[in-house]
Structures are given as C-alpha cells and as structure tokens.
C-alpha cells in the first residue's frame, strides 16, 4: 500500500514583516526535503476559512529571500477570533489532508495558532513583527530590518535638520512598544527618546536637555518618539516654542515595514523556519519558536503568551547619558 504523505501549511498573519519570505522559503524547503508536501496559504486565516491555498514547490520559493512583504500575503481575521471560525479552518484542514500548519506572525497570530492547536491542528508560531514586541522571543524577524531603515531615514534628516539648525521630531513605529526607537535612537544619535513603556516630561526629558546642549554649542537636535507616544506635530510646536529651535516633525510610517531583509533577518527567519518544521515533523504543535539567550528554542504557546517582556532600561540609562 502507498504510504499516505503528510501535508505541512505555512501561514503568514498579522503585520507583514521583512524577511517573512525568507522563513516561509524555509519552511517549504525544510518539509520538502523531508518528504513532507507544503501547501502555502493565502491571506493568513482568512485564506484558511476560505481555502485560498497552492501547492508549493523547491521552484514556488525561489527569488523571495531578497524581497520585503510576504509572498503568501497577510490579513487580520476577525471571524478567526470566534469558536467557530477556528473551527472551520480546522475543517478545511482535515479536507486538505493538512497534518500540521507553521504560522509566522505576532502574538495576536500565536492565540490563533493555539486555537487551532485545541481544535485538533497542530501549529507552531514563528515570531514575525517589525516591533519586536513578542513577549517571549528576544529577537524578532523584521525587527532589524526596520531599525536599519529608521537610521537611514534618519541619517537623512540629520543633514538637513544640522543645515537649518533645526529639531528633528520623528515618530518611529511601536504602538505599544519602544524598542524601535530606543535602539534606532541610540544609533541615530538622538537627544532624546521617548517610548510608551515609560513616562516624559516635555520639560524635563527634552527642553532641558536642549537648553544645555544650546549653551555648549550644539544647534540641531533628533528627538525620536515611539507611535505609541504619538503627537509628534504638537511636540514639535511645544519644542520650538519652549526652546525657540525651529522644529519640524517627520512620520516615517509605513516605510519601515517594507524593504530587503537584512542577513540578520534573513539568518534569523531561515533558522526558525528550519526549527519549526523540526517540531511538526515529530508531530509537536501548540509551540512557538523563540530566541533566548542568542539560542533558537520553543516553548509552550499559552506559556510564551503569558511572558512579560519590558523595555531595556539599562539602554535607556546609557541613551540618556550619551545624548548631550
Ligand atoms: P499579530 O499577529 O501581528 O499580533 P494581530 O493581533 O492583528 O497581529 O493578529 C493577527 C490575526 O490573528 C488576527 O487577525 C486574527 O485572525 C488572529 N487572532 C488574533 N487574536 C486572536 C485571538 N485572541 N484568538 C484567535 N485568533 C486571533
Ligand atoms: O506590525 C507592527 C506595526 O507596524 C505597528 O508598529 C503599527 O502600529 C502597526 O503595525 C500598524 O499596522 P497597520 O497600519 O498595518 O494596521
């Protein structure tokens, strides 16, 4: 009798991020090297629910580890956050003959896999996100690649913030989370950095700090200020009327999710795509795939959920003390 080939699905969900392509081009090469048939699912679980899904080839994932976005596409699903919706994705699994699916996305993603875990699908979470706010991974795919961009645009506004001796205010990414501009901050040489995760005064945190560099001789300035701060055009009329430096406010916005993943990215996605197949092929889902201590390892997902992870206050410190 012929033996029955497993199927493996791979996912992308949530935010895209740079260098998804490059763990779903794992993903697929890991499980077909192993005798596993890969279905590539569209529009995350959405693309689920409505069977949006192709078989995939060594051939369908070549040419993508260079590029940003995800080829597969992604989407926010609400009807996958019901009982029922998860349960119809599951049906779509067993008619498909889908062993086991690897979702690369945030945390929101990870309770969908859990979800479907329950429900008799074993899925294992792969952390993609641009914020690196996944609580139980220290690094996440995308998070460099958009740290790179920031300090490129950055950079750029340095010329002509220095040239008008101006105030650069410039919101980065991170809704509720301030790694982005803390360590892009610290790389583009900002006075000051403003993250959700902790307390300013204008006054204090900036004007202050602005005054004394004024009277050392210092005339441009980069504030970086996390999205979750927000309000970086009324933050810049308060700058320039406490401080009388012209200041001009910059969204970087989206720019930062897009663009080539860099080989730490890339590194990063291949390995944790190669890792995630490992725990299907031995038939262990409700995981995710983490980094810890520089190591790529798993834990259980509801576990993972269930971590805290906070702002680097030790580089906040060092920030703060190298920015005048
Ligand atoms: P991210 O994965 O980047 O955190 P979202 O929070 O938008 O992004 O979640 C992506 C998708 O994961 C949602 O659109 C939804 O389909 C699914 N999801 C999010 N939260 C849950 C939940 N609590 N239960 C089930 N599915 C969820
Ligand atoms: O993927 C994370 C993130 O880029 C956040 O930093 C940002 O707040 C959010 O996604 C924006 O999401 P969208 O515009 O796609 O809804």
Redesign the pocket.
Same mark, same amino acid.
């Given at each position: 009798m012929e033996k029955e080939v497993k199927r493996i699905g791979v996912l992308t969900? /949530?935010?895209d991020a740079p260098g998804m392509n490059a763990a779903i081009r794992a993903v697929v090469r890991t499980a077909i090297n192993r005798g596993f048939e890969v279905i590539g699912i569209k529009q995350?679980?959405s693309g689920l629910i409505n069977g949006n899904m192709e078989k995939m080839t060594l051939r369908s994932v070549s040419d993508i580890m260079q590029h940003g976005g995800t080829m597969l596409y992604t989407a926010?699903?609400?009807e996958?956050?019901e009982q029922a919706g998860v349960l119809k994705a599951r049906d779509v699994c067993i008619e498909n003959n889908i062993h086991g699916i690897v979702v690369i996305?945030?945390?929101?993603?990870f309770? /969908?896999a859990r979800?479907l875990s329950l429900a008799g699908i074993p899925c294992v979470g792969v952390p993609g996100?641009i914020d690196n706010d996944i609580s139980s991974s220290e690094y996440t795919i995308g998070y460099d690649t958009a740290m790179n961009t920031v300090v490129e645009c950055v950079d750029k506004l340095r010329d002509t913030s220095l040239s008008h001796a101006r105030c650069s205010v410039v919101e980065v990414m991170g809704r509720h989370a301030g790694h982005i501009a803390l360590n892009a901050g610290i790389a583009c040489g900002a006075t000051a950095i403003l993250v959700p995760e902790i307390e300013y005064d204008v006054d204090r945190d900036i004007v202050a700090k602005m005054k004394k560099a004024l009277e050392t001789g210092k005339h441009h300035f980069i504030i970086v200020v996390a999205e979750g701060v927000g309000h970086v055009e009324e933050l810049a009329k308060e700058i320039e009327a406490k401080t009388g430096v012209e200041s001009r406010a910059t969204v970087i916005g989206h720019i930062q999710r897009g663009g080539s993943p860099s080989l730490r990215d890339r590194v990063l996605a291949s390995v944790m795509g190669n890792y995630a197949v490992d725990l299907l092929e031995k038939g262990i889902g409700n995981r995710v795939v983490v980094m810890k201590d520089n190591k790529v390892v798993d834990y259980d997902i509801l576990e993972a959920l269930n971590m805290k992870k906070t702002i680097d206050m030790d580089l906040m410190r060092i920030a703060n003390e190298i920015s005048i």
């Open positions: 969900s /949530g935010g995350g679980y926010r699903c609400l996958f956050k996305g945030g945390d929101g993603s309770r /969908g979800d996100t």
